[in-house]
């Protein structure tokens, strides 16, 4: 037997950032959006825990107990006395290193898929409080659709979502740490006082409207000055975007992955190929969102 969940990459379309708590970590206000890029994980009875991994990028995910998805089983397993014999095999499409969640999502799917394969009937509570040890983005991955964030991000209120909105993402050559992105928040924030973070009232209104040009004039991202510092480049994919027609074009999380809200499919088309044409990035995708989370196929 073996059981396979689909789960959905995010975009933050707020991504508002505290200063750094004692603790290291930062306050947020997060609005997260699941969007039609998935990963699929399944789960197969083993002798011991294993993992692997196919599909682009698949040489960059670590195939050891420090990936999510394996921390997701041990987790599990370690509330219910069990060892985590499983085999977890990771069909990969979400970018690895690209600020869409990709290695959280996998946590979030293979939770969920050690659940039902194991029969240990946790409650929704229960796997959203695993989510929570796991990473700040994990909890969403599980959830999809829309959700503000707080705490670390972990901290989840659904949204009310109107209509689906239409995304263009590309890809850049490398990777970017999502640590090192906040330190280098931390350094340019240096001096500075930094304002509690809230969500935006007016792209909750748009998100609830269905309203993607009042979406448009709300998105942020303060992580992008950071992401941008690290990696210069994406700011000519950014205005390649722009040019191309996107209503608006940021750093998806804490990059390096653009991503440019458009008004319908026809429009994600026309942007996605100026943006292939641009040599300012990699791979371009499309999708739509908000999508349901972690599901079982």
């Known amino acids: 037997m073996s059981v396979t969940v689909r789960v959905p990459a995010k975009v933050n379309v707020q ?3 505290g200063a ?3 603790d290291g970590f930062h ?19 083993a002798a011991e825990l294993r993992i692997t991994c196919e ?5 960059q995910v670590p195939l050891d107990r420090s990936n999510l998805a394996a921390r997701a089983a041990i987790a599990l397993a370690g509330r219910r006395g069990i060892e985590p014999d499983v085999h977890l095999h990771i069909a990969k499409d979400i970018p690895v290193a690209g600020g869409m969640a990709g290695g959280s999502a996998d946590g979030a799917a293979a939770l969920l898929a050690c659940d039902t394969l194991w029969g240990t009937g946790a409650s929704r509570e229960e796997l959203l409080e695993i989510c929570a040890e796991l990473g700040s983005d994990v909890p969403f991955s599980l959830v999809g659709g829309a959700a503000l964030g707080v705490g670390r991000g972990e901290r989840l209120t659904e949204l009310e979502v109107g209509g ?12 970017l740490s999502t640590p090192a992105v906040f330190r280098e928040f931390d350094r340019l924030a240096e001096g500075r006082q930094i304002p ?21 004039a709300t998105v942020s991202n303060d992580l992008q000055p950071a992401a941008l510092s690290l990696f210069p480049e994406l700011a000519d994919t950014l205005a390649a975007g722009r040019e191309a027609g996107a209503l608006a074009a940021l750093v998806s999380g804490s990059g390096p ?3 440019f809200l458009v008004r319908d ?6 942007v996605a190929g100026a943006l292939r044409v641009s040599g300012t990035c990699g791979a371009v995708r499309t999708a739509a969102g908000p999508v349901a989370g972690a599901t079982v196929l």
Not at 164 to 175: E, I, S, Y
């Open 15 to 17: 991504l508002a950032v």
């Open 20 to 22: 750094a708590r004692p």
């Open 27 to 45: 306050d947020l206000a997060n609005v997260f959006l699941a969007v039609g890029l998935y990963d699929e994980v399944t789960a197969t009875p």
């Open 55 to 59: 599909g682009p990028d698949a040489g």
């Open 164 to 175: 689906a909105f239409h995304w263009v993402f590309a890809m850049a050559g490398r990777g």
């Open 196 to 216: 509690e973070p809230v969500a935006s009232a007016d792209l909750l209104a748009a998100l609830a409207k269905g309203d993607a040009d009042a979406l448009a």
């Open 257 to 259: 992955t653009t991503a």
């Open 265 to 270: 499919a026809g429009a994600a088309e026309k």
